[in-house]
């Protein structure tokens, strides 16, 4: 793990997204981020980054993965900021999912949700504060790919029509999968 405090994660994400000028991240934004635990929660309890900060660190990683896949593809976006909405905020469903113990372990899985669902929460959650491109939503809804077989008619129309959504998908998987053995 590259970050070691909330401070130190928060700084990176301004920075980051300060590099794209089609992207505005407003200071209700990061407060909300902040307050939900965006910058100190884990990604998981039992898979990768199950440690405070994990969900920061492995969203971070999917933003990047994307944004390299962007280069060597040549990749078209709608939006400059794409890959970054969709790597940094594809799983901000996960701000519900844990909730802080007292014991060794440090967080639980939270039983007392009140949104269900994975990518199409995120949206959700997101559209408190960003208006999303067609593409941005797709990305965002598919990206889990062949692990979500809930409509699988509807992840091959979503990559035929965004080719995008495919690389997202593969950017979590990476960042999952290869980064975290
Ligand atoms: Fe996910
Ligand atoms: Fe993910």
Redesign the pocket.
């Known amino acids: 793990m590259t970050y070691q405090t909330e401070v130190e994660r928060i700084t990176k994400f301004i920075e980051e997204a300060s590099k794209y000028s089609t992207l505005n991240i407003s200071e209700e934004f990061i407060d909300w981020l902040r307050e939900n635990g965006f910058f100190t929660k884990p990604a998981a309890i039992k898979h990768h980054g199950n440690y405070s900060g994990g969900l920061f660190d ?1 969203s971070l990683a ?1 933003a990047q993965s994307l944004c390299t896949l962007t280069k060597a593809l040549n990749l078209k976006w709608q939006n400059q900021r794409s890959p970054f909405i969709i790597g940094m905020f ?2 901000l469903c996960k701000l519900e999912d844990y909730t802080r113990t007292t014991d060794v372990a440090g967080w639980a899985y939270n039983n007392d949700k009140i949104l269900t669902g994975h990518g199409d929460k995120s949206i959700i959650m997101l559209s408190q504060f960003l208006t999303l491109t067609e593409e941005e939503i797709l990305g965002i809804r598919f ?1 889990m790919g062949a692990y979500q077989t809930d409509d699988w008619t509807a992840y091959d129309k979503a990559m035929k029509k965004y080719e995008t959504v495919l690389w997202a998908h593969t950017a ?1 998987m990476y960042a ?1 999968k290869i980064l975290n053995k």
């Open positions: 492995h999917v594809h799983d990206h979590d999952a």
